[in-house]
């Protein structure tokens, strides 16, 4: 284990009282809940930082020949031809 440092936190009265009781419940402490909830929190954000699309495909034909080199617009307008945009 590392070095460890020693802090201060305020949190609200109900939110401790609710950890200490959930702490109590699945035996363990209210540092192990804090350390816990710290490093969930930190993953998460790393995780959102290297957010990759998933692939995705329609079986289709690829780019059609007449939108070639469209303009953004121009392929708006073409996607909602005839929904009485």
């Not at 009265?13 to 816990?36: G, I, N, P, W």
């Not at 957010?51 to 953004?72: C, D, E, M, N, V």
């Amino acid at each position: 284990m590392g070095i460890c440092m020693k802090t201060t936190i305020h949190i609200p009265d109900s939110l401790f009282k609710e950890a200490r009781k959930l702490a109590q419940e699945e035996q363990t402490t209210l540092k192990a809940l804090v350390e816990m909830g710290l490093r969930k929190v930190i993953s998460e954000r790393n995780q959102s930082k290297n957010y990759t699309f998933r692939r995705a495909t329609f079986k289709g034909h690829g780019l059609q020949p007449h939108i070639a080199g469209a303009s953004w617009d121009k392929l708006r307008d073409i996607s909602y031809e005839g929904r009485g945009g």
